[in-house]
C-alpha cells in the first residue's frame, strides 16, 4: 500500500485557512458596538425624570381638597397609603404616572372628577445606582454621584474593570427599565475597548444592570427572564410576566 505523503508547507497554510474560515462563519455574534448604539440606548434614558422607589419620599398637594395634601415615604414592596384613597403601589412610576394614578383612584373612591390642581413630586430620594454583574473583579451596585451621572464605561471601572481572560466584552448586556411600559428594555451590546472612545459617551440610567457574560448570548430575551430579571435591584416587587 503506498504511503500518504506528509503535507507540505504550504499545504498545511491552506487547510490552516481553510479551519479558519469555517471558524470565522461559524462564530458567535456579536451586538452592535458602543459607538453604533449608544444613541438609541441614550434616547430612552429619563433624563430629568426620577422612577419611583422604595424609600422616596413623595409630596401630594392639592389647592382644592386638603385632605390630599401629605408626604409619604414608599414602603418596600412599592406600595405607599394615602388619605382618601388608600394603598396604591407607585414602585417604578414617575411622578406624572402617579398624578394620573391617584386621580383615577379619586374618581373610583369619592365617584367625583379629581381637583385639576394636584402635584405629586418626590421630596427626598433613596440612593440611586446601577448593579454591574458577571465578569468584572467586584460586581455589585455603583452608586451615583450628586450630578446622577455615570456612563457605560465609568461603571465598567467602577466595577474593578473586566476580567481580561474570561470576560466576553463583545456580547455585553444592558437592562433597563422602563416606566412607560412596566418592563425591562435590553440591549447586547459590543462594548470591547476599541470602542470606548465616541463622541457620545453611553449614560446609564437608575437600576440599569451590566451584564459582562463569559460566553456568547445567543437570545438575550432567554437570559433577561432565566438570569437577570431575577437579580435586578429594581423593581423587585413587581411580579415576573406570565
Given at each position: 500500500?503506498?504511503?500518504r ?28 458596538s ?47 397609603s ?9 414602585g ?24 385639576e ?34 456612563t ?36 447586547v451590546?459590543d462594548?470591547?475597548p ?6 457620545e459617551?453611553?449614560?446609564l ?21 432565566n ?10 416587587f ?5
Open positions: 500500500m503506498p504511503s505523503p506528509s503535507p507540505t508547507p504550504s499545504r498545511l497554510a491552506l487547510l490552516a485557512l481553510a479551519a479558519l474560515s469555517l471558524l470565522g462563519c461559524n462564530s458567535p455574534p456579536k451586538g452592535p458602543l459607538i453604533e448604539i449608544t444613541p438609541e440606548i441614550n434616547a430612552t434614558r429619563l433624563a430629568d425624570t426620577f422612577v419611583i422607589t422604595p424609600g422616596d419620599t413623595i409630596a401630594l398637594n392639592s389647592s382644592k381638597d386638603s385632605d390630599l395634601a401629605q408626604e409619604l415615604t414608599v414602603l418596600p414592596d412599592g406600595t405607599a394615602f388619605s382618601a384613597i388608600g394603598t396604591l403601589r407607585i417604578g412610576f414617575t411622578p406624572e404616572q402617579v398624578r394620573q394614578q391617584v386621580q383615577q383612584a379619586y374618581r373610583e373612591a369619592r365617584a367625583t372628577d379629581f381637583p390642581a394636584l402635584t405629586v413630586t418626590i421630596v427626598a430620594t433613596a440612593p440611586r445606582s446601577v448593579t454591574v454583574m458577571g465578569e468584572v473583579n467586584t460586581p455589585g451596585p455603583i452608586p451615583f454621584g450628586l450630578d446622577q451621572r455615570m457605560l464605561v465609568e461603571a465598567i471601572g467602577k466595577a474593578g474593570s473586566f476580567s481580561a481572560s474570561s470576560a466576553w466584552l463583545s456580547n455585553t448586556l444592558l437592562v433597563r427599565w422602563d416606566p412607560a411600559t412596566q418592563s425591562q428594555r435590553h440591549w451590546i462594548a470591547r476599541e470602542h470606548w472612545i465616541g463622541r459617551p453611553l449614560l440610567q437608575s437600576f440599569d444592570v451590566i451584564y459582562i457574560p463569559n460566553t456568547n448570548i445567543y437570545r438575550a430575551g432567554i437570559w433577561v427572564d438570569f437577570i430579571r431575577r437579580l435586578l435591584p429594581f423593581p423587585f413587581f411580579p415576573a410576566p406570565a
